[in-house]
């Protein structure tokens, strides 16, 4: 089955400016989503941020997440509804008031926050699931982080042709993860992140800027134990050549 994907991304810079139209949001809201069904009815739909969500506004999802109504009408077309599915995103029950809580106790937590959010009180049945963010381990974090390295280009502006790989070993893998879960704990998965947008991706970035023809490069990362700092060396493809002359000579010495 194929599924067509829409995120529907809400501005907190304009919700916290206090200027935005009530009414005027809603409809856009269900109008953005009656559009997207029409055109693809088999959607998986991601509203992000409902925390910062006027209840009036969250009010348009209603219709959508509605199983006894079969479509709605909308600038005198309809669009189908019982096909999608609807995730909505929040910040509810987050880890810094449930640490230590079990999933079900979570999501009760989530569930009495849901009612801050719905106009009506009886909407609260259109929720068929709540799933919890539990928390993350070290051992989660340290997948966080080869998935990072490994995927370095996915998540940067660097491209493969300035660094075309990164090599580590088990040594860096532990030593992000011992640091980054110490953010984590504090910040929760945006101080992760953090921790290795400094700790690598900055020092990638500000390495490339001294090169000024940003020639294809590996690189390299190194825990150094002495001082518990992590090395970050690029090598590139003059250096490689000039490496590659230098092991050619000692061979043949």
């Known amino acids: 089955m194929v599924f067509c994907l829409m995120v529907y991304y809400i501005f907190v810079e304009n919700i916290f400016f206090g200027n935005r139209d009530i009414e005027a949001d809603k409809r856009e809201i269900f109008s953005k989503i009656a559009e997207h069904l029409s055109k693809c009815p088999k959607s998986l739909i991601v509203v992000d ?16 997440m509605d199983d006894s109504l079969p479509h709605v009408s909308f600038n005198g077309k309809t669009a189908p509804t019982h096909e999608a599915t609807i995730i909505l995103v929040s910040d509810f029950g987050t880890e810094a008031t449930t640490a ?15 009612l801050k959010f719905w106009v009506d009180p009886k909407h609260t049945h ?3 699931h709540i799933i919890p963010f539990m928390p993350l381990d070290k051992s989660a974090i340290k997948e966080l982080m080869e998935a990072r390295l490994d995927n370095i280009h996915e998540i940067s502006t660097i491209t493969e042709d300035q ?12 030593w992000l993860a011992t640091h980054a879960i110490e953010r984590y704990n504090t ?5 992760a992140e ?10 990638l970035v500000q390495k490339l800027e001294m090169e000024e023809e940003k020639p294809a490069c590996v690189a390299h990362l190194q825990v150094i134990k002495s001082t518990d700092k992590l090395a970050v060396r690029l090598q590139c493809k003059e ?3 000039k490496d590659t002359k230098i092991i050619e000579e000692e061979t043949e010495l």
Do not use: W
Request: glycine share 6%.
């Open 126 to 128: 259109l929720i068929n």
């Open 239 to 241: 250096q490689q050549k």
């Open 163 to 174: 660094i075309t790989r990164v090599d580590y070993n088990v040594d860096v893998l532990h």
């Open 194 to 203: 953090n921790f290795f947008r400094e700790a690598v991706l900055s020092k």
């Open 49 to 64: 941020e409902v925390e910062y969500i006027h209840p009036q506004v969250i009010a348009g999802l209603a219709p959508f």
């Open 100 to 114: 230590g809580m079990s999933s079900s106790q979570i999501e009760e937590l989530v569930a009495k926050d849901c």
């Open 187 to 191: 910040s929760f998965g945006r101080g």
